[in-house]
């Protein structure tokens, strides 16, 4: 294994100083493990907090800003962050109008989070969660019951939090966050495995001639394994994939993401980012806005997910709203 790290038990630690060291809009508590922003937030404003295991950088920390998150919660990598974190994080960001959960479905997390909003609540604050679940890949996984929470989850903290940014309820924000879940599929394969600091070697198998088809983001068995063919054909299945769940007509609009899982050439990413508007061109779907680089990664994989957010006028809105985070900004 060669990484770039000083040990593995200080992994995320040590990436937790640098965050700070390079983002003076952030507030890091290193040995708390959570993120907030420098600023207060506002009185009468929704506060968003998300979190979930570290490896998937930029998400969670990266969208803490304004416009996305107020706090994230990292925990070790690919594992859950505990109630405690979450709940120090929703204290410490809590504006008085309460504060939305946004939770990646994976069991740990599900269970961690439903503890701190429930701790949350027995300290006057009021709670929202919001679960995303956009993987059609798979269904009850090695780790989650149900659907696999990934890409979308970007797209839920971007919308829900230029909501809570323009002054929505906590009703209405999470409303809007179950909204934009539901609105989005997503789709991964991998090229390679990942290798986590504390194994020091790949998690899984996987020959170089073949690929995993429906991978998740912590290197969780897809749908088969299949040999390694032109990117055409391999994005054709993946958006088939999302397609076939949930179908769009000519005349729709979609908000698409290619993501990058830490180990792709952005060059790459860009020839499925082409397949896909071509594949999207013909049925008549146009992309109204897009996304094509890292940003729900999975340490050091190569290989691509897709994201498609059925959008209208209102969703667009929101999304073209001004954000202002290490991982993501525009309009600012």
Not at 15 to 25: C, D, N, T
Request: charged share 20%.
């Amino acid at each position: 294994m060669k990484k770039l790290i000083n040990s593995p038990d200080d992994v995320v630690a040590d990436a937790l100083a640098g965050i700070a060291a390079a983002h003076p809009s952030l507030r890091v508590d290193v040995k708390a493990r959570v993120i907030t922003r420098a600023a207060q937030t506002k009185v009468g404003k929704v506060a968003l907090v998300s979190g979930g295991g570290s490896g998937h950088e930029p998400l969670h920390g990266g969208f803490v800003g304004p416009g996305m998150l107020d706090a994230a919660c990292p925990g070790e990598v690919f594992t859950s962050p505990v109630p405690g974190q979450m709940l120090a994080a929703a204290l410490a960001v809590d504006g008085g109008a309460g504060v939305v959960l946004v939770v990646k479905n994976y069991t740990g997390d599900v269970l961690n989070f439903q503890m701190a909003a429930e701790l949350a609540a027995e300290e006057g604050v009021s709670v929202e969660t919001v679960l995303v679940d956009d993987d059609v890949a798979v269904q009850d996984s090695t780790w989650t019951a149900g659907r696999r929470g990934t890409g979308a989850t970007l797209f839920v903290e971007k919308i829900a939090g230029a909501a809570a940014e323009r002054g929505d309820s906590l009703a209405e924000v999470a409303a809007l966050g179950r909204r934009v879940n539901a609105a989005s599929r997503s789709f991964a394969v991998a090229l390679t495995a990942v290798t986590t600091p504390a194994a020091g070697r790949p998690g899984f198998d996987l020959p170089d001639d073949e690929i995993e088809v429906g991978v998740g983001i912590h290197g969780e068995p897809g749908r088969s394994r299949e040999k390694i063919r032109p990117a055409r054909e391999i994005v054709a299945d993946a958006v088939a994939a999302i397609l076939a769940d949930q179908p769009l007509e000519s005349g729709e609009e979609v908000i698409a993401m290619v993501n990058g899982l830490g180990g792709t050439p952005l060059l790459e990413l860009y020839i499925v980012f082409g397949e896909v508007a071509s594949l999207l061109e013909a049925r008549g779907v146009r992309i109204a806005r897009n996304l094509v680089g890292d940003y729900v990664t999975s340490l050091d994989m190569a290989g691509v997910s897709i994201t498609l957010c059925r959008a209208d006028a209102e969703l667009l809105h929101l999304w073209d709203a001004p954000v202002n985070t290490p991982g993501l900004r525009w309009g600012v």
